[in-house]
């Protein structure tokens, strides 16, 4: 029996590097990092390895699934510099919401777990409604554009 979980996790990994800002939200199982342009997630910076660092997408013991990173490739090739991740030099981590990786000089990944609740796939209820207090808002003559001004 699959479990249910009321929450869907989105995986974001947010590059800095010689080129700017880039977003790569995470889906599959694996990713090469690194300089080389057939790189899943390729930096730009020659302080950066060809193939700097793999992320790996592993399952929690709840089913929900994280990703781990791993300096170099998965045949064990570590990269030149290695991986400073939240300050600490470390061949692999279990990724946290908010961890930074180093991969170089001015080469920064900041990795974010986005938590949200699943959306009711039902039609909407035509009683959900919000009430607003007057209390909530200003001096309604505040908001009156039509009347002239002096």
């Given at each position: ?25 995470l889906k ?11 790189s899943d997630?390729?930096?730009f910076?020659q ?5 700097h660092a ?8 709840d ?6 990173i ?5 045949k ?12 600490r030099?470390?061949?692999?981590h ?9 991969f170089?000089?001015q080469v920064t ?18 009683f959900?409604?919000?009430?607003i ?17 002096d």
């Amino acid at each position: 029996m699959a479990v249910q979980l009321n929450q869907s996790h989105a995986h974001l990994l947010i590059i800095e590097d010689d080129k700017g800002r880039k977003e790569f939200p995470l889906k599959e199982a694996v990713y090469s990092i690194g300089r080389d342009p057939k790189s899943d997630i390729r930096l730009f910076s020659q302080f950066v390895s060809r193939r700097h660092a793999t992320l790996v997408r592993r399952q929690r013991e709840d089913g929900s699934p994280y990703y781990r990173i791993v300096d170099g490739n998965l045949k064990g090739k570590p990269s030149a510099n290695g991986l400073l991740i939240n300050g600490r030099k470390l061949q692999a981590h279990d990724l946290e919401d908010e961890d930074e990786v180093v991969f170089g000089p001015q080469v920064t990944a900041k990795y974010y777990l986005l938590k949200r609740d699943t959306v009711p796939t039902g039609p909407p209820d035509e009683f959900d409604i919000t009430l607003i207090s007057p209390g909530m808002v200003g001096d309604p003559e505040e908001f009156n554009l039509d009347r002239e001004r002096d």
